[in-house]
């Protein structure tokens, strides 16, 4: 048993947690502001995470994904990952990063809120038409732009309280 | 952690509170399940897309309360989902009844989101962490279910000549079920008297009311005056649930020991 100091040890863990992918969208699930917190104890790590959509059929391969890379480190003798529903998941928990990740995979991003008005990714035009609020996937919705006449999607957040 | 139902000390009311969740997982996973069939038939791309959604949304909601129980009393959330006897199920017949036509569904789908959405709102009131949390990131999901739900209303009762008709008769007939939502039982009682609802079931449904008669109004349909028909609450179901369980639980029944 390799024994490792504990802010070492909690910096390795952040680092793993960064480069684990959401399943559905290029971004890693630190970017997208899944992980509420880290607590180790021991070498027993334990991460609480927020879903973004409870229906995601993501959620069960996350988990998975977490717990495998938080036990693939040296260090670290158990890993407890759970879904905690202490708070929603909403758009400020997306880091500039994965904002500009998001972008660049095609998506329409909205600043703040899904009520803002949206904006065309490809010709940042406002003269958009929503064609449904229910896209490919529960987080995008499809809207169709009249300047550039391109179909696009809008990353899709539960609605604002 | 111990869950939502160990940490109520009272057995009665931790009876009773279980019995709400059971009603709430069974409303959606039912409703979800209906949704469901219009996967692949619903009137254009986009709200085939959307009812599926709809769907998979149900069925997860319910998957969560289902998890709330199983994590309490270790058991397992499928069979609690599939193993059940008909009459072990809680849900209200509106939700259990065949698709009869497209209006039938959008007038369902805003009838029961108009509940949910209330319903949500009193068990995030509740104070009973974490379904308490669940359900006001809930409230939040369910929106976009009403939007859908308000939008084909319009939409259908502003049709031509035969669209108010065929929009009013499916009202008349979902309204007694629509009504059976609020069924009132023990458990509720017992709920209001522990302090963990803070609004019986005869309010609720005076609250619905008043919520659905403005959207109702709005697209010229008048508010039936049937009375409540009730038992679902109770565990008794119309034979239309009989068919949906049977064709719901077909491949778990094949090997309920199977990991999917």
């Known amino acids: ?94 880091t500039a990063r994965g ?30 038409v929503a064609e449904s609020l229910f896209g490919p996937t529960l987080c995008r919705a499809t809207y169709l732009c009249r300047s550039c006449r391109n179909p696009f999607e809008r990353f899709k957040p539960p609605a604002e309280a | 952690m111990p869950g939502v139902l160990t940490a109520i000390a009272d057995p009665s009311v931790r009876a009773a509170f279980r019995e709400w969740l059971v009603r709430i997982a069974d409303d ?36 969560a309360f289902y998890e709330q129980i199983a994590q309490d009393e270790g058991s397992d959330i499928d069979r609690l989902a599939f193993g059940r006897a008909p009459h072990e199920y809680r849900h209200a017949a509106l939700l259990e009844q065949e698709n009869d036509g497209w209006e039938y569904s959008i007038v369902r789908l805003v009838l029961y989101e108009a509940f949910e959405v209330a319903r949500l709102r009193l068990v995030a009131a509740s104070g009973q962490e974490p379904v308490a949390g669940l359900a006001r990131i809930l409230t939040r999901e369910e929106r976009y279910h009403g939007l859908f739900a308000e939008t084909w209303l319009t939409r259908l009762a502003g049709g031509p000549p035969e669209g108010p008709g065929r929009v009013q008769a499916a009202l008349d007939a979902a309204w007694p079920d629509a009504l059976g939502l609020f069924e009132a039982t023990s458990a509720d009682d017992m709920l209001l008297r522990a302090g963990v609802l803070t609004s019986s079931p005869a309010a609720q449904r005076e609250a619905w009311i008043d919520a659905v008669r403005p959207v109702l ?18 565990g008794e179901h119309t034979p239309a649930f009989d068919r949906l369980l049977a064709q719901m639980t077909e491949v778990w029944r094949s090997d309920p020991e199977a990991r999917w």
């Open chain 1, 1 to 94: 048993m390799v024994t490792i100091a504990a802010d070492t040890l909690e910096r390795a863990v952040w680092d793993i947690l960064a480069t684990v992918e959401d399943p559905e969208l290029p971004i890693s699930i630190v970017d997208l502001g899944l992980v509420r917190d880290v607590r180790i104890e021991d070498g027993r790590v334990s991460v609480r995470l927020v879903p973004t959509w409870i229906a995601c059929p993501a959620l069960g391969v996350i988990r998975r994904r977490v717990r495998d890379a938080l036990v693939s480190l040296a260090g670290v003798r158990d890993a407890a990952v759970d879904y905690t529903y202490d708070e929603p998941w909403t758009l400020e928990r997306v």
């Open chain 2, 217 to 234: 109004d709005r697209c010229g349909l008048a508010l039936p005056t049937a009375a409540a028909r009730e038992g679902g609450r109770r």
């Open chain 1, 99 to 128: 904002r500009a990740q998001l972008a660049s995979h095609g998506l329409s991003v909205p600043r703040c809120r899904f009520a803002e008005p949206p904006v065309c990714p490809y010709c940042g035009s406002h003269d958009v």
């Open chain 2, 28 to 63: 959606e996973l039912v409703i979800g399940h209906r949704h469901s069939e219009w996967t692949g038939f619903g009137p254009d791309i986009e709200s085939d897309v959307a009812m599926s959604s709809i769907a998979q949304e149900e069925l997860g909601h319910g998957r």
